[in-house]
């Protein structure tokens, strides 16, 4: 579980506690945490009991729950030594289990437990002021054992309010931090009680529960604004998200490409660079980050990473993804290129034998990259390219065809034109003028599209306005190539 946060500023012991807990919840709960002395909950026979058999089905626990032999105690160890999946653990007698918000111990009569133990807590109190059976009294209890279980939860072993079928992905609330399937989150988030702005669109449900998960991760704040949210909320985003490497890559690329469309380039190399470490990590599983794989004994695993990766056909010896490929190989010496200036920085400060080797093999990496990635991937890959260039058809559009075209296109705008004449709020025949007056721009020159896509409006307006006859004059010469 030691994952290497290096770039974040607190120490890593503080990191791992927040990357683990996620213990900030963002509600009226800043009730003082009330523990006994022993740090144990007190036990009280079942006899006195007050069951709330309503909302927990009413289980008998033999042995007081802080005894070494309890059957509490044996299920949390075979929880922490057992990979279990998501599915396993719903319909295992575990499930009926929920962990407490407040002691951070798994309970089996949970609303028995908070009345004995954590009568002083706000919330708690709340709820015996209220009736039993009533439906606020469940809804409280309902939303405290969800606190609980979103603490309790992690990558493999997530709760969910509702489970569904083993391929179901949950993600949690942002509100009453419940975990549902990522699905039906929206439909949740409609109605859920804690929201308090329920008319809000829940559009982006998915990938902003996404990053609520890693909030408390010290990533670049450009990243977290513009590219998080534009991330595809599934498996190979979060483990994009929360690697330090990968995201320090990402933030460093987009200090040199500034513009707006290479927000979604820095979002796809991520998930590239994600993809690798989720497949270097089924070759090596004790594999936890980036950082750990960038050794020069790791050389072949990122080779054949990369193979399975990009689709690598052993048969016809081809890639089906040739040109990302090929681009890995300088991807992943620009990640080392940021290892090793994180690595001499740390050096700086306290010298060990241990940093000295991690700089050593992150040299020896670029090396072994430089002279031989060429031979290992990008050759074949660079060979697929250019058999795909071969073999790629240009048509040569006739003159007539041309003709045909621009008669359409000079038509349509006309006819849209008179249309917004008429009526300056008919949004259809605007779009149609706009579409129409790009196609004619792409016609002039086929080979800049992307500089029309992002030419502002008032760049073209300056240019027009603009007096000045020689920058008009190199604006022509460099569309008329
Ligand atoms: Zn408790
Ligand atoms: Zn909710």
């Known amino acids: ?57 009413p289980m008998i626990c033999c042995t007081p729950p802080d005894s070494p032999i309890s ?11 057992d990979n279990i999946s998501k599915t396993e653990a719903s319909t295992s007698s575990k499930s009926k289990k929920v962990f407490c918000y407040y002691c951070e111990t798994e309970v089996l009569n949970f609303p028995r437990h908070i009345t004995r133990n954590h009568k002083s807590e706000i919330d708690v109190q709340k709820i015996l002021s209220l009736p039993k059976l009533s439906k606020e ?3 409280l209890l309902f939303a405290l054992r969800k606190k609980g279980n979103y603490l309790k939860s992690n990558d493999n072993l997530s709760k969910p309010v509702k489970t569904g079928n083993e391929n179901t992905n949950y993600l949690p609330c942002i509100h009453c931090l419940g975990y549902y399937s990522s699905k039906n989150l ?3 988030r409609k109605k859920c009680d804690a929201n308090s702005n329920k008319g809000a669109s829940t559009k982006n449900s998915k990938s902003e529960a996404q990053n609520f998960l890693i909030r408390n991760l010290k990533v670049d704040p450009q990243l977290k604004i513009d590219v998080f949210p534009r991330m595809r909320a599934d ?4 483990v994009a998200k929360k690697d330090a490497l990968i995201c320090a890559f990402a933030a460093r690329y987009l200090k040199i490409h500034r513009e707006n469309h290479f927000i979604l380039v820095a979002s796809r190399k991520m998930r590239e660079l994600a993809r690798l470490l989720l497949e270097i990590k089924k070759i090596k599983p004790t594999i936890n980050s980036l950082y750990e794989v960038l050794k020069p004994e790791y050389y072949d695993t990122l080779v054949s990473a990369t193979k399975v990766v990009f689709r690598y056909d052993p048969e016809s010896k081809t890639y089906q993804a040739p040109t990302f490929a090929l681009n890995m190989g300088t991807t992943l010496k620009q990640c080392c290129d940021i290892a090793l200036v994180y690595t001499l920085k740390k050096s700086q400060k306290l010298s060990t034998v241990s940093l000295a080797n ?11 990259i430089n002279s031989n990635w060429k031979f290992d991937v990008s050759s074949q890959a660079s060979s697929d390219l250019n058999i795909q260039k071969w073999n790629k058809v240009t048509l040569v559009p006739f003159a007539n065809d041309l003709k045909l075209l621009k008669d359409c296109l000079i038509n349509k705008a006309n006819m849209a034109l008179c249309k917004l004449k008429e009526n300056t709020s008919d949004e259809k025949s605007y779009i149609i003028l706009m579409e129409t007056i790009y196609s004619r721009i792409i016609l002039l020159n086929r080979r800049r599209p992307g500089e029309l896509q992002r030419l502002l409006v008032n760049t073209y307006k300056s240019l027009i306005l603009n007096e000045n006859s020689q920058a008009y004059e ?3 010469e460099v569309i008329s190539e």
Do not use: Y
């Open 358 to 368: 991690q700089e050593a093999d992150l040299k020896t990496l670029i090396q072994l």
């Open 235 to 238: 498996k190979v985003s979060l």
């Open 71 to 81: 059957s509490e105690n044996i299920c949390l160890n075979i929880e922490i030594n």
């Open 1 to 57: 579980m030691k994952k290497d946060r290096w770039f974040c500023n607190k120490p890593l012991d503080e990191q791992q506690d927040l990357a683990q807990n996620n213990k900030i919840v963002p509600s009226d709960s800043e009730s003082v945490i009330l523990k006994n002395s022993n740090d144990s909950p007190i036990w009280i026979p079942e006899s006195d009991n007050e069951s709330e058999t309503s909302l927990s089905s």
């Open 474 to 476: 190199e604006f022509g």
């Open 186 to 188: 929206w439909r949740h």
């Open 137 to 139: 009294r469940k809804n």
